[in-house]
């Protein structure tokens, strides 16, 4: 079915991060298409030279369409933006109900080479910043006896089958990469079962194929993997972002299967 016409989070505030480009950007375009208020947050708000699309881009094209958005700088890195981003959206826009989870630093390499540096930034970003967003939004969640928090994933965090073991995941370093994100898929299913009285609902959502966008230079860069429209990572995510908390939640989910299985296709 085709949900063009339904205002399924009228009223609601989201909070995205990592909405610059990308995934985090068609999300929040789709969140607000749907009625909701929604601040944007990424490291900077203005265009740069490295990838195309802002902070900036992403507001100018909700507001063209009629919704609401606000840019709220922030280093998912850093605890005190973290905390910074929730009291602003939530000063400009009102109570978060509808977190996000997108934003993400990631690096590809073996893991003999992986400095710990790199290794701690991967987690900082991808597990903590996540785990203590959703900390400082649910507790308004629960006053209002509703909620929704979605963690984007990959399917990098499922276990390699083998063996053997297939040349991508001997070649490309993929294993911290798989780390954070069954960390997040983890999260995602405990908090679930943590909050579900509460009436909020917690998923994690990955590409089932992958989505070239900028900033995703492994995906853009090999001709071999398959690739799917953008639009269907921003549609699930609607989905479990307006779901019925009692029956859409704890689920490791990913875009195609899941719109196969609420019937449910891109406006």
């Given amino acids: 079915m085709s949900v063009a016409n339904n205002q399924e989070c009228e009223g609601r505030v989201a909070l995205v991060t990592g909405a610059s480009r990308g995934i ?6 789709r969140l607000a298409a749907a009625g909701a208020s929604v601040a944007v947050s990424a490291r900077t708000i203005a265009p ?5 699309g802002s902070l900036q881009e992403t507001v100018e094209r909700i507001t063209a369409g ?8 922030a280093d998912l890195a850093v605890q005190t933006d973290r905390e910074r981003v929730v ?3 939530e000063s400009r826009l009102g109570p978060i109900d509808i977190l ?3 934003g993400a630093i990631t690096y590809y ?4 080479e992986f400095t710990e540096k790199r290794f701690r930034l991967m987690f900082e970003v991808q597990v903590r910043a996540p785990y203590e967003l959703a900390q400082m939004v649910v507790p308004g969640m629960r006053d209002r006896g509703a909620g929704w928090i979605l963690n984007i994933s990959s399917r990098a965090g499922i276990h390699p089958q083998g063996p053997p073991f297939l040349p991508l995941y001997r070649e490309w370093g993929f294993s911290a990469y798989g780390m954070v994100k069954a960390a997040l898929d983890r999260f995602s299913t405990g908090l679930a079962a943590e909050v579900y009285e509460d009436g909020i609902a ?14 995703a230079s492994t995906h853009d860069l090999v001709d071999d993997f398959a690739l799917e429209d953008i639009s269907l990572m921003a549609e699930a995510a609607l989905a479990l972002c307006s779901g019925d908390p009692r029956t859409l939640t704890g689920r490791v989910a990913y875009s195609q299967p899941l719109l196969a ?5 891109p406006s």
């Fill in 87 to 89: 009291a602003e959206t």
């Fill in 100 to 102: 996000v989870n997108n």
């Fill in 48 to 52: 740069v030279d490295k990838y195309e």
């Fill in 261 to 265: 299985e609420l019937q449910r296709r």
């Fill in 66 to 73: 009629g919704g609401t958005a606000v840019a709220v700088q």
């Fill in 24 to 29: 985090g950007a068609a999300i929040a375009e």
């Fill in 109 to 112: 390499m073996p893991f003999t």
């Fill in 202 to 215: 917690v998923n994690s959502l990955a590409p089932w194929d992958n989505v070239a966008t900028p900033g």
